[in-house]
């Protein structure tokens, strides 16, 4: 079974500053995907970024930047210029795309709270 | 366009009370999912249904039971809820082809058994 590691409980930044958001994985699947999830206090789950993994390129979007290392099962979330909208609970999910009983699912790891400072 | 849509927000049951959390989606998506978020432990998947007519059980399926009543709606039920049960639940959505890879939240049921 996959699972996923988070572990900074807790992130705090500078307005304007960068924060890195670490995230670590095990899988024995070559072919998967890897999500970023932000969630604000109103609960929504809102993807923010994704990266497949036989991609090499690191996934970005705007702000958002991920770097992956997949010998290092490593999935880390780059947040640029920090905004005070940012502030939430991130998650990292792992979802398999191997086919079978687990196609389709997401496991998530802990959540990683950020504090935006301004 | 709605998106995916969850009723009731909020809950509160009696150990023993059954319920049943509804959720809709109008994505036109074949897979659905009930996930439950406790704190500290991020979301896990309690069932889900790759297609209508189908569904298969997740990590924490243990007093949940589940209907795909169509392509739109996917229902969870708590027949004897337990205070264990206390906890924020969502549906998700999503297609299994690469192109509709993400899954897209409802805005969650909070349920508090006492």
């Known amino acids: 079974a996959q699972t996923v590691t988070q572990s900074q409980p807790e992130m705090s930044v500078q307005e304007a500053e960068t924060v890195t958001l670490s995230c670590t994985y095990d899988t024995s699947e070559s072919d998967y995907y890897l999500f970023w999830y932000k969630q604000p206090p109103s609960r929504q789950m809102i993807l923010v970024i994704r990266?497949?993994?036989?991609?090499?390129q690191n996934a970005t979007e705007n702000r958002f930047s991920v770097n992956f290392q997949k010998a290092a099962k490593s999935f880390s979330l780059k947040i640029s210029d920090s905004q005070l909208g940012d502030a939430a609970m991130y998650f990292c999910?792992?979802?398999?795309?191997?086919?079978?009983?687990?196609?389709?699912?997401?496991?998530f790891g802990q959540g990683t709270i950020l504090t935006v400072h301004p | 366009n709605a998106g995916v849509t969850q009723t009731p927000k909020f809950q509160v049951l009696k150990t023993g009370q059954s319920m049943t959390l509804q959720c809709a989606q109008d994505?036109?998506?074949?897979?659905m999912y009930w996930y439950r978020q406790d704190p500290g432990m991020g979301l896990r998947l309690i069932y889900y249904s790759a297609s209508e007519g189908t569904t298969d059980k997740g990590e924490v399926p243990n007093g949940y039971n589940v209907s795909r009543l169509n392509k739109r709606e996917f229902s969870l039920r708590l027949e004897s809820a337990a205070p264990s049960q206390t906890s924020v639940y969502f549906c998700a959505t999503g297609g299994l082809a690469a192109s509709t890879d993400t899954q897209y939240f409802g805005p969650g049921t909070r349920l508090t058994v006492l």
């Open positions: 994505m036109n998506h074949n897979s």
């Open positions: 999910a792992y979802r398999s795309n191997a086919g079978g009983t687990s196609y389709g699912k997401l496991t």
């Open positions: 990266q497949e993994a036989y991609k090499q």
